[in-house]
């Protein structure tokens, strides 16, 4: 595979996992707010942060590439390219490319600099890792995550995905204190949230041509904070006691950058607001637990239908884009590749017949092969149903290009129909009657030839 279809492939992919990420996130805001009116902030928490995950892992794409090559669903040919769709989407493909690189350049920059502000820190004092390994045990925290104080920095923070530690600002703290900010930067740990953090940060390089990344990543910013603060107020003894500590760092704090990092606030509005989520939480009317499990089901059931629907949808079209566009690639009215016709009822003397199946085996009439096919032998598929009126179309692309090969289709009478010529070519017949058909190439150039094809029926 060649770099430039692994652009296109790439380029196909996020766009894909885009599409179908912001549906499917889409609808867990439009729907999934009821569970947490409803009290459920737990179920709401859980199912928007597995809806981001489809933001950044390309699952619907893979499904699509599996049910494409291996069970020839829309012709086989999904994403497979002509000239005409390979010059528009390479197009397309490096202007995002560029987009993306630039904006991971930014990022990568500002984590360097969020870094060289944080290393000037020094190791933690006794007493703050016998509270930290105490709140540790409490989480159910295994690893053993260390503490730093640095003069340098002015709110508590948790940074590193592979070697997390904390930093705080080096200054005096009671114990209340320091257990109130320890149990909060620990429990952003025990969340993930550095993780998809920075999972949500790729997402908005790659994605940036998509703007519903960057809303939902500041709201998902403050939602976990909230989620921190409802699994955190209760292990240091209550809501009241937890906010009060945390608002004596309003007073010193400047708003900091915390690109790769997860801090205890930005500000005092914000502290307000996760204030008021909380009561509100609190106040709520909890639902049955039944009752959520079912809402639950219905906003998932709805978010696979959905995307099911639109990827399946845009599966079709791009066949028929392909369809479309294959014409204008093979037989152009002033192509300079040669070729010819050809007419016969059997291979050439001395050549070795090989099927693709064993024989009589039935395939289906739309389908994809990659051959390597050795001087003097014909490769050829199963056989497959066409009615009488259909149209058979073959695809074939031939490595080395410059050498004469034999593409063509086997009549259910065993005649065949092909054309001759080298680098790529496509043969289309259509059926005068109803029968099983065959698609063929033919080697007598030489030397062996690897061949990467596929036909289809319609």
Known sequence: MDLSNILFQTFIMVLVTSLSGSMIVKIWLAYALRLESAGCWHLFNYGIRSAILFWGLPLVYMILMLAGKSFSFWGGVLFQLTPVIYYFVMAIGIIWLSGAMILAGKYILAGIGAYK????????????????????????????????GCYEAQIPVIRGLFR????????????????????????????????????????????????????????????????????????????????????????KQERLNLMGGT???????????????????????????????????????????????????????????YYATMVEDITPEDSAIDWLESEDFGPAPGVIVISDVADGARVKANGTFEWTVKNNVQKQTGTFYVASGKTISATAYFDPADVSVKLGIIKPNGARTACIGSDSLTKSYTADKSGYYQVFVENTSGVSVDVYGSYSTR
């Not at 976990?224 to 906010?243: M, N, Q, R």
């Open 263 to 321: 801090g205890l606030l930005e500000d005092e509005h914000e502290l307000l607001r996760r204030v008021s989520h909380m009561s509100k939480q609190r106040n709520a009317k909890k639902v049955p637990k039944q009752v959520a499990a079912a809402m639950c089901a219905g906003i998932i059931c709805l978010s696979a239908g959905s995307v099911f629907a639109a990827t399946g949808t845009l599966a079709a079209g791009y066949q028929q884009l």
């Open 164 to 251: 997390p530690m904390i930093v705080l600002p080096e200054h005096g703290y009671n114990n209340e204190e320091l257990r109130v900010i320890l149990t909060h930067e620990l429990t952003h740990y025990r969340h993930r949230d550095l993780w998809l953090k920075a999972l949500f940060t790729s997402i908005l390089c790659l994605q940036w041509f998509n703007p519903l990344p960057k809303e939902v990543y500041k709201k998902f910013c403050f939602w976990s904070e909230c989620y921190c603060d409802a699994s955190a107020a209760p292990v240091v003894g209550g809501a009241k006691l937890y906010f009060a500590e945390i608002l004596a760092f309003t007073q």
């Open 117 to 148: 502000y944080y290393c000037k820190r020094i190791p933690h004092k006794d007493d703050w890792g016998i509270v930290c390994k105490d709140i540790c045990r409490r989480l159910q925290i295994r690893r053993k995550i260390p503490v730093y």
